[in-house]
């Protein structure tokens, strides 16, 4: 008797027709103790008791069907459409709104009729199709809104908001800044190379003056901006000593790993990057040559929530908090606390008033946020549980106020300034 090749047996227990003639002999060959071993292995695979074959996955048969854009001011709000009647919303920000309004539209040739649930797959599809504009920021941005959408999505169909897809939540609350206990400075201006004691007692004064507002038990930061050089932050570190600030935000130009390094050296408080960073590819050496304390992803800029939470992961392995960058509406606010929720190395997660009660002119706040504590509350879904309310969203792109423009920095003697 003919022994059942591994191909065969494969064949049969998935249902495979196998057309292979010597196969078909082999088959009509088999005896009834093998057949009756396949078709218990079949049947198991198959049977009611399996528990894979009860899940029943409502999302399978979805598609995407249509995307709408929305320009809004300096934001693209990306409306994803589907077969099941549920829409995903995505905000993709910092970029120039024309041309990510162009782009984000140009993608959509690559999920149409996609099953929107495939969140990774998708992910993988959009980032890797022209290899020459991966990884930048204008890709990185746009895919970033359209992550949201689809993970907007997903939570919906399951009807669940979107920390529990990403594990379900490790916190009952999240620590946010700015409060009453959280407060990050400012750099003040753009500082020269020949920077002066009033500059560094200017920025001093700063750091003391939030001290003294969040109390002991609160927590101050720094944000250098960039526009800070590096003798100055020498001398500006070592005068705060005192202070007890929780980081130093981005010291350096995004990647210029030897300057962080050089700067972590000698400079005793932690330091802090990577609002500018995108996917694990960028921020993976921050980690490896060990230049960085504190990781900011903005969920608006890294790639989204998929890498977000990927991101969160590399940070954890090297024992590397998170204290997530965010500058978005309600909508991009609420993927960044999401990730938030469910990862478990959180420092202390950023909010924007300003950016928060521009986008509740014509969007709901699905969280609340405690300013005299410093707390947020869990968002509340399903998906990403913000719901735009059409009407008033024209009426705040129409309003002429807020035209993006080009944003300069000079130093005194009229050079360009990095900020
Ligand atoms: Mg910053």
């Known amino acids: 008797m003919g022994r059942l090749t591994p191909s065969a047996t494969r064949a049969k227990i998935i249902g495979m027709p196998h057309t292979s003639r010597d196969t078909v002999g082999r088959r009509e060959l088999l005896g009834g103790a093998i057949a009756g071993g396949v078709a218990l292995l079949n049947d198991t695979v198959l049977a009611q008791n399996n528990p894979a074959a009860q899940v029943l996955d409502t999302a399978a048969s979805v598609k995407i069907t249509a995307m709408r854009t929305h320009r809004v001011q300096h934001k693209v709000y990306v409306e994803l459409e589907t077969s099941a009647k549920v829409t995903g919303w995505g905000e993709v920000s910092a970029l120039v709104p024309t041309a990510a309004e162009e782009l984000t539209k140009a993608l959509f040739e690559l999920l149409e009729g996609e099953n929107p649930t495939r969140i990774e797959y998708l992910w993988q599809k959009l980032y890797r199709a022209h290899r020459d504009i991966r990884g930048g920021p204008f890709m990185c941005h746009t895919l970033s809104g359209i992550d949201m959408a689809l993970w907007d999505i997903t939570g919906k169909l399951w009807g669940v908001p979107v920390y529990r897809l990403l594990g379900g939540p490790t916190r009952d609350k999240v620590r946010i800044y700015p409060s ?88 005793k408080i932690p330091l802090a990057t990577g609002e500018r ?143």
């Not at 200017?202 to 001290?211: E, L």
């Not at 109390?215 to 570190?237: K, N, S, W």
Request: hydrophobic share 45%.
């Open 180 to 267: 009453a206990k959280s407060h990050k400075a400012p750099p003040g201006d753009v500082y020269e190379h020949a920077v002066n004691p009033p500059d560094v007692d200017k920025m001093v004064r700063m750091i003391k003056s939030a001290r003294d507002m969040v109390g002991p038990d609160g927590a101050v930061m720094f944000d250098a901006h960039c526009a800070v050089p590096p003798a100055a932050l020498l001398q500006f570190a070592a005068a705060i000593k005192a202070y007890d600030v929780l980081f130093i935000e981005e010291v350096a130009v995004p990647g210029n790993i030897e300057a962080f390094k050089r700067l972590k050296e000698q400079i």
């Open 277 to 419: 960073d995108h996917t694990i590819w960028e921020f993976l050496p921050y980690l490896t040559e060990r230049a960085i304390d504190v990781l900011q992803p903005d969920v608006a800029h890294c790639g989204g929530i998929t890498q977000m939470h990927k991101i969160a992961m590399l940070a954890e392995a090297y024992n590397v908090p998170l204290a997530p960058h965010c500058t978005t509406s309600p909508l991009g606010a609420t993927a960044s606390l999401s990730v938030a929720a469910a990862i478990p190395n959180l420092l202390i997660h950023e909010t924007a008033p300003g950016a928060i009660e521009w986008g509740e002119r014509f969007m709901n706040l699905p969280w609340v946020a405690d300013r005299k504590l410093g707390w947020g509350s869990l968002p509340q879904g399903p998906g990403l549980g913000v719901e735009i309310d059409r009407q008033k969203m024209a009426e705040v792109a129409a309003d002429p106020k807020y035209k993006w423009k080009w944003p300069q920095m000079r130093l005194k003697d009229g050079s360009i300034a990095d900020y």
